[in-house]
């Protein structure tokens, strides 16, 4: 059996609690479990008919312990009995799938190699709901999330994204509009040569639609493609549950990892996301998130004598990692920075490639920088990756982060603050998203400048002791 793991793209849209404790979990009572007749609140009425629809049109069991329901995260899917780690909970067919495949083929044809992959399934979306209740895909298209529900920072208003000003998910979300307006553009024709098919869409819904898809759909080799009933499973950050494609049996499938009683709601891992991403293409985000990081951009000041010599050497000598170069945010200046569990100086510290940044940042002569070449063909031809033979310069590189990173948080403290007296006008929900990515942001910040304070003190230390 082949099991390969797809590229996690999902996204989605309600979250009308955003403090939920982590597993929803809803005790139902196992008698009436046992006999299938779930009658508690949480099961949701809409979809009873939904799973046996769609096992009818697959022509194959999708599962036999699941149901779907309603949480503070939307619909969801529940545990309709006793689940164990390992089971497979779900396995849905490529054949009920879907993906561009589904679009017509004269339709599919004008559409140009220059529209984005969500845009082209968002048109697929476009065309069924159009179609209403005579589309084959009605039950999964009628179901989907609302406009008015969904909260991916592309739907903020300008005062909603002042909040956020200070990370960097207020220009990603900036980016992502304009993306979707240049699909729109580079769509519109199409929609006008089947007016029968689209008739009169506009923007919104086209946004929308590529919100839908950005936030639900799986990415693989072959494209995007979305998965009814799997697509309700709403995302934990430590859950190690994901959808699997399992191309020799031609199906999607999930595996628990965990024991679930009756009743509970089962949640799998999108992906490891920091909560700026969740709340650019999911529409939500984690009170508490392990894969938060802050995205940092230094530069060389204008005013600094060196900064064509440092500009040149640093386009020469930062040679990013394969991981780097692959990230369409990769620039010579631009940093991520995680958590630093270990103020001690234990673990990763802060990056690298931001330390070796700021090293080249505090050289004030010409000789300094000759020195730092110099020792790159010494060593590993890395510039700037050990330590300064100056203790004093290498302490001031490393406070100059540190005082950095300390006005970084200040700033998203200031925010924090003011967000009490903010407009009525702002959804609670998104001010809570905002408390949360700023206070994640805080927290990195916070725990990165003490990393770097302590490497100080040691440093310092040190040359008392070698003096
Ligand atoms: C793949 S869909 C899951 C099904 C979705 N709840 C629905 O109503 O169709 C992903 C969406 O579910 C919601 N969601 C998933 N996990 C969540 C979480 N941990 N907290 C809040 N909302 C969540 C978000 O709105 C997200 O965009």
Same mark, same amino acid.
């Given at each position: !059996? ?34 299938? *007749? ?14 046996? $629809? ?17 949480? @503070? ?17 779900? *396995? ?6 879907? &993906? ?11 559409? @140009?190699?220059? #529209? ?15 179609? +209403?209740?005579?589309?084959? $895909? ?7 999330? %609302?406009? +008015? ?6 739907? $903020? ?13 207020? *220009? ?12 729109? %553009? ?7 040569? =089947? ?18 898809v950005g936030s639900r759909a799986w990415g693989s080799m072959e494209g995007l493609s979305l998965i009814p009933f799997a697509d309700f499973l709403n995302h934990e950050g430590v859950s190690e549950a994901?959808? %699997? ?17 009756? +009743?509970?709601?089962?949640?799998? @891992?999108?992906?490891? =996301?920091?909560?700026?991403?969740? !709340? ?40 990013? &990692? ?24 234990? +673990? ?24 730092? #070449? ?21 302490? *001031? ?10 006005? %970084? ?5 200031? &925010? ?12 609670? #929900?998104?001010?809570? !998203? ?14 990165? @400048? &003490? $990393? ?16």
């Amino acid at each position: !059996m082949l099991l390969r793991a797809r590229l996690t793209n999902l996204c989605c849209s309600l979250r009308s609690v955003l403090n939920a404790p982590r597993h929803s979990c809803i005790h139902l009572k196992l008698s009436s479990l046992a006999n299938s *007749q779930v009658s508690s609140s949480f099961l949701d009425n809409e979809c009873t008919d939904f799973l046996p $629809w769609l096992e009818r049109k697959s022509g194959s069991r999708i599962s036999s312990t699941l149901c779907i329901g309603k949480s @503070s995260y939307g619909r969801s899917l529940f545990a309709s009995k006793i689940i164990q780690t390992g089971d497979c909970i779900l *396995q849905v067919p490529y054949s009920v799938q879907i &993906t561009m495949d589904n679009l017509c083929p004269e339709i599919r044809s004008l559409i @140009s190699d220059e #529209v984005g992959n969500i845009a082209k399934l968002a048109i697929v979306i476009l065309v069924e709901q159009k179609s +209403g209740e005579v589309s084959e $895909w009605d039950p999964y298209i009628s179901r989907l999330p %609302l406009a +008015g529900e969904l909260h991916n920072t592309i739907f $903020w208003s300008e005062n909603e994204l002042e909040m956020i000003c200070h990370s960097s998910v207020y *220009q990603e979300t900036a980016k992502l509009k304009s993306q979707i307006k240049r699909d729109f %553009l580079a769509v519109s024709p199409v929609f006008e040569c =089947f007016p029968q098919i689209f008739g009169d869409f506009t923007y919104t819904d086209f946004m929308h639609a590529c919100a839908l898809v950005g936030s639900r759909a799986w990415g693989s080799m072959e494209g995007l493609s979305l998965i009814p009933f799997a697509d309700f499973l709403n995302h934990e950050g430590v859950s190690e549950a994901i959808v %699997l494609s399992d191309d020799d049996k031609q199906c999607s499938e999930v595996v628990a990892d965990r024991d679930y009683a009756p +009743g509970e709601q089962v949640l799998i @891992s999108y992906g490891k =996301f920091s909560n700026a991403t969740l !709340m650019l293409d999911f529409g939500f985000t984690l009170p508490y998130n392990n894969h938060d990081e802050v995205e940092i951009q230094l530069d060389i000041p204008r005013s600094d004598l060196l900064h064509d010599m440092k500009i040149e050497l640093l386009q020469q000598y930062l040679v990013p &990692t394969t991981k780097e170069m692959n990230s369409s945010k990769y620039s010579v200046n631009t940093f991520t920075i995680k958590e630093v569990r270990s103020a001690r100086g234990k +673990g990763k510290g802060v990056p690298q490639s931001l330390r070796a940044f700021a090293r080249i940042l505090s050289c004030t002569t010409p000789q300094e920088l000759d020195d730092l #070449v110099m020792e790159a063909a010494k060593t590993d031809g890395r510039l700037a990756r050990r330590p300064l033979n100056n203790i004093n310069k290498e302490i *001031q590189a490393h406070l100059m982060l540190s005082s950095l990173f300390t006005q %970084l948080s200040d700033q998203r403290i200031a &925010t924090i603050k003011s967000l009490d007296s903010l407009s009525p006008s702002i959804f609670p #929900v998104r001010k809570q !998203m905002a408390l949360d990515l700023l206070g994640g942001e805080v927290r990195i910040l916070k725990s990165a @400048s &003490t $990393w770097l304070e302590n490497y100080c003190s040691t440093l310092r230390l040190q040359s008392i002791e070698d003096y």
